[in-house]
């Protein structure tokens, strides 16, 4: 009798373990991006399409040049200005999300401006918000500079630790996605 007691309460035990395990919450998610290259496009589409999330490209109201010298060069002044772009199409609200996860690539070590100017566009209190980037280089340093820039212009947001990953390993960013209950 006391084995087939033992047997239940451990039984009983491995399934009240089994659905104490993380799953993702409800989420409202915005998948919000900007990219010149075509990199951040294709990470933030993944992201989206395995989160469910809805997609939201930040285009410049006056574009970038398509020349890769030239886009640094306006790149180069933004950042030593601390220029806020203008977005084309700005959404007026974005108050349905609690979760916005946040493309770009890193241009002159940091994120670029126009990701300033949408995240200052809206109050974000009480939403979470997790960064994705990637970068020709690579660069931890320019990605923690980048997660700096994303902080200090989320006023009210809780910024969570970034994704660094190049577009083509969807296994770094689906353990992001999971890691942060994301995805299940």
């Known amino acids: 009798m006391k084995k087939l007691i033992s047997l239940l309460l451990a039984l009983a035990c491995c399934f009240s373990l089994s659905t104490c395990a993380q799953t993702p919450r409800e989420r409202n998610i915005l998948v919000a991006y900007f990219s010149w290259s075509g990199n951040s496009e ?3 589409s993944y ?3 395995q989160t469910g999330g809805d997609l939201l490209e930040i285009q410049p109201e006056t574009p970038y040049p398509e ?3 030239e886009c640094g060069d306006v790149a ?3 950042r030593d200005s601390n220029a806020r772009p203008a977005i084309a ?3 007026e609200s974005i108050d349905e999300y609690d979760t916005i996860l946040i493309g770009y690539p890193i241009w002159w070590h940091t994120a670029p401006m126009i990701i ?3 995240l200052e566009s809206y109050d ?3 939403k979470e918000v997790f960064p994705f980037t990637q970068s020709a280089s690579m660069d931890t340093e320019q990605f923690d500079n980048s997660i700096e820039f994303v902080r200090d212009n989320s006023a009210g947001a809780t910024v969570n630790d970034g994704l660094f990953a190049r577009p ?3 296994e770094a960013i689906d353990d992001y996605l999971s890691d942060n209950g994301l995805i299940p």
């Open 116 to 118: 300033g100017t949408f």
């Open 42 to 44: 294709e990470m933030a």
């Open 89 to 91: 199409d700005l959404p």
């Open 168 to 170: 083509s390993d969807t």
């Open 76 to 78: 180069l002044e933004e």
């Open 47 to 49: 992201i989206a399409e």
């Open 67 to 69: 020349d890769y010298n």
């Open 124 to 126: 974000l209190n009480g």
